[in-house]
């Protein structure tokens, strides 16, 4: 059973109570209980306590709570270097292949904890996936990019892997560009194939959580416009936390908008709540465009 | 004079307006600067290096014109090499050859590409450091130390103790069969190994540094293990480079001399037992030199040193344009 499907009745009552949360945050601003959700709501899918991350002398990210609500799209948006991206590969442990990073505090998965020296990152990362920036398809064929996480995911031999790479081609919208072409290099397509290749890649593996790493800041707004339709397609059945320079790409899909800057993060809270009645003066004036 | 120059802006200066009057303003013609000629003569350094390939070329063919018409094609199939009686055949030391450089192969692939996993993707910036310089101190050992070495401690070891073991695990092959006195063909190729593992470790080492750090991260955020994601993106993506280095590393096996020499046994033979002797091309060339007699014993021997050439020239080639593809080429995605 899913573990995620026991809780989605819940899921949808927190949804219905979105609209009362910005409210009730703000009477506990002053503690770091306002970057949780609401207590006595649904708990929450991942949830980062105290994190601070240090790349040897700096300091990436300091002391951020956050919660990221299940089945959701969660954006975290502030100017660049301000540890977004940083926190971001927290939450699936990619800071370990950084030599030299240090992270303290903690993160939960499932209210299971993730970050203690007993747990494998690499079933971390299988149940919370992550995209990136610039689209990396591996040098191998276009169903050889999927076929590999297939393998990745679950063991090899196993026989239905082209129907499952289908099948993550078709949840990245992907599939029908590509299947005439599956021999064809990963490389040869253009730049916004190669990311929903990448998002493929990804779903292949049947996360539960998927990060996306300012997934379209490389690419043009036709490209952008398809991957954002497809983020708000899989939030259906996926918690995804995505980082972007955008604020209209967050205000488009994001149910929740957290704000970082120099580390910390400033605010979070319902998007519409947080671009139209910021609770802090800096979240206000970054969104007015006033630095960042 | 003084109403021309009102024209340019450099007035008080009669002889540069003069000649802003016969070629427009400011010279832009002639020889300001030995740029030219700096040119032509580093051109030239260029091209001798052409020149001597093309020279040596030459007169490696020239040299072994006689042994090329007496014996023909047949040269490189003939197995008897009898300097008394004139007859003269190349096979027994292309076998030598090939059969050392295949072992130094064997051995040194795995070790190298090892070697350039651990320093890339393993160790410590500050330990990889060091052995990498280690590794690179290796070449630059001369060849005749690795010959003592080899005759003094690394063939009395084969004899009393890889040789035995490998009879009697592999025995039945017949690569293994028999008795090994020390020196000998496997002894010659563990030594060949050691000598290309710097070219195949310091070359894979390169090429796995320079595969995009994008594609490790993203195949470790699949949930990737790192083996999975060595095996299955780092090394597919070097896979050219290091063959390029494989084939550098069978360039330098081929031609190695000095060291085979001290270690093979010298003995002109075509036998499937690594533990006997052998003899090989440069070997041969190396040691029978200075006392061939007779113009046609010069010949031949210079038609393997002919052979020799082409064919490391040929392995090296491939070898360059292999590690170049892999930097520029149609798969180069650099």
Redesign the interface.
């Known amino acids: 059973m899913h573990p995620m499907e026991q809780s989605s009745p819940r899921a949808s009552t927190y949804l219905a109570e979105g609209a009362a949360h910005g409210e009730a945050a703000s009477k506990t601003s002053a503690d770091h209980a306002g970057n949780a959700l609401s207590p006595g709501g649904p708990s929450p899918k991942m949830r980062a306590r105290n994190l601070t991350v240090r790349y040897g002398p700096i300091v990436a990210v300091t002391d951020v709570s956050l919660d990221v609500p299940a089945r959701q799209v969660l954006a975290l948006i502030g100017p660049s270097g301000c540890g977004k991206s940083t926190f971001l590969r927290s939450l699936?442990r990619?800071n370990d292949?950084v030599?030299g990073a240090v992270v303290s505090g903690d993160v939960e998965l499932d209210g299971q904890s993730i970050c203690g020296t007993e747990i494998d990152p690499?079933?971390?990362?299988?149940?919370v996936?992550?995209?990136?920036q610039?689209a990396?398809p591996?040098?191998?064929s276009i169903f050889e990019n999927v076929a590999?996480?297939v393998r990745?995911?679950a063991h090899r031999g196993q026989r239905d892997v082209a129907d499952r790479v289908e099948h993550a081609l078709r949840q990245a919208e992907l599939w029908n560009e590509v299947k005439d072409r599956l021999k064809e290099s990963g490389?040869s397509l253009s730049g916004g194939q190669q990311q929903r290749l990448?998002i493929a890649?990804?779903l292949?593996?049947e996360?539960e959580v998927l990060?996306m790493d300012e997934p379209t800041s490389a690419l043009d707004p036709i490209a952008t416009a398809k991957i954002e339709e497809l983020v708000s397609e899989l939030r259906k059945g996926l918690t995804i936390v995505i980082v972007t320079h955008s604020m209209q790409q967050a205000a488009r899909i994001s149910h929740r908008t957290g704000f970082f800057n120099m580390g910390s993060l400033i605010e979070v809270g319902d998007t519409t709540t947080m671009f139209t009645r910021p609770r802090e003066h800096q979240t206000e004036d970054y969104i007015s465009g006033r630095f960042g | 004079m003084v109403a021309d120059s009102g024209m340019v802006s450099v007035s008080a200066h009669g002889e540069r307006s003069r000649s802003f009057r016969r070629r427009g303003p400011r010279a832009l013609q002639g020889w300001t600067s030995g740029d030219a000629l700096f040119r032509k003569v580093c051109t030239a350094f260029g091209l001798a290096i052409v020149a001597l390939l093309a020279l040596l070329l030459y007169e490696l063919a020239r040299g072994s014109s006689l042994s090329l018409s007496r014996f023909g094609f047949g040269f490189a199939f003939e197995k008897v090499w009898d300097p008394v009686a004139e007859k003269f055949g190349a096979a027994t030391f292309i076998y030598g050859t090939m059969v050392t450089s295949v072992i130094a192969l064997l051995v040194a692939v795995p070790l190298g590409v090892g070697i350039a996993i651990f320093l890339v993707e393993m160790a410590p910036p500050a330990v990889g450091n060091i052995i990498g310089f280690l590794v690179e101190l290796l070449a630059a050992i001369p060849s005749i130390v690795y010959g003592l070495w080899g005759l003094f401690v690394l063939a009395p070891l084969v004899r009393d103790h890889v040789a035995p073991f490998l009879h009697a695990t592999l025995g039945f092959l017949p690569f293994f069969s028999g008795e090994s006195h020390g020196v000998g063909m496997l002894t010659a190729g563990l030594v060949l190994s050691i000598m290309v593992l710097p070219f195949i470790a310091a070359v894979s080492r390169d090429v796995l540094a320079a595969v995009p750090q994008p594609l490790r991260e993203g195949s470790l955020a699949l949930g990737a293990t790192k083996w999975e994601t060595i095996w299955g993106v780092v090394l597919p993506y070097g896979r050219t480079g290091i063959g390029g280095s494989v084939i550098l590393a069978l360039g330098r096996a081929l031609g190695e001399t000095m060291a085979v020499t001290m270690v093979i046994g010298n003995t002109p033979q075509i036998v499937l037992s690594l533990f006997e002797p052998g003899y090989t091309m440069s070997s041969v060339i190396a040691n029978e030199y200075s006392e061939a007699s007779g113009p046609l014993y010069l010949s031949s021997l210079t038609e393997l040193g002919l052979l020799l050439f082409i064919a490391t020239f040929a392995v090296n080639g491939t070898a360059r344009a292999l590690i170049w593809r892999m930097a520029h080429g149609p798969g180069g995605r650099a």
Request: charged letters at 15%; proline letters at 10%.
């Open positions: 699936n990619m292949t030599p690499v079933l971390v990362r299988k149940r996936g992550m995209v990136f610039r990396s591996f040098p191998t590999y996480t990745v995911a490389t990448c890649r990804a292949a593996v996360p990060l």
